[in-house]
């Protein structure tokens, strides 16, 4: 049973407000629909599918509650208000989950802008950038940038070369600096800490080198 013949037998839906007040309902169960609805259109999807789905419903609820200067709905809206009768609110639903199912379409399009995989794809981008040269990044590249990038590319950067004898603690809080980040938002704050370095005995009667935290 698909969707739109599930919620119809509910007697939850009857005009568009109902849509609207139901419409994470929708969601939750149209999922298998739509991947199925990619799938036939040769869209496979190996991993990520709930959260492109998710933005694409997401957007979608905010198009159908925008309304023009002239205060009607969209004409794409009209179409789904226009079947909100008692003996065609299934095609009303069928046309909801057929247009998260379009929009699903164009999120996975990494060449549409903003779409979520064109997000990605630039999100990688950004944070090759901060990962490869950021000391060299002008003032102007940097604003350009969302506060999560600086701060996940610079993680990043930190976890595999903090042990990197040409690159300390130092060279991290210059570059939080540079990108106006906070250094405890990028480096946990135990990695904070120099462990001093004595010698214990071990079991076999063997000395041996340890940190020695305070």
Request: charged residues 30%; hydrophobic residues 35%; proline residues 2%.
């Amino acid at each position: 049973m698909t969707t739109p013949e599930l919620l119809t037998q509910s007697g939850k839906f009857k005009t568009f407000d109902d849509i609207l007040l139901n419409y994470s309902l929708i969601v939750d169960l149209a999922a298998e629909d739509v991947e199925k609805m990619l799938a036939q259109k040769g869209k496979i999807i190996n991993e990520g599918f709930d959260e492109f789905y998710r933005a694409a419903a997401a957007k979608f609820s905010k198009t159908m509650q925008r309304l023009t200067k002239n205060n009607e709905r969209l004409k794409g809206i009209q179409r789904i208000l226009d079947f909100c009768t008692d003996d065609k609110i299934k095609n009303a639903i069928a046309k909801v989950v057929s247009r998260i199912s379009g929009q699903t379409e164009n999120e996975l399009n990494p060449n549409r802008k903003n779409s979520l995989a064109w997000q990605k794809k630039n999100l990688c981008y950004e944070l090759e950038m901060v990962d490869e040269k950021a000391i060299d990044l002008t003032e102007d590249e940097l604003s350009r940038m969302s506060r999560t990038t600086l701060i996940v590319g610079l993680a990043d950067l930190w976890e595999r070369e903090m042990f990197n004898p040409d690159f300390d603690i130092e060279d991290m809080k210059y570059l939080c600096i540079k990108c106006n980040v906070d250094l405890y938002d990028v480096v946990n704050e135990i990695e904070l800490e120099t462990p001093k370095m004595g010698i214990e005995t071990n079991e076999n009667g063997n000395s041996q080198s340890v940190f020695i935290f305070d």
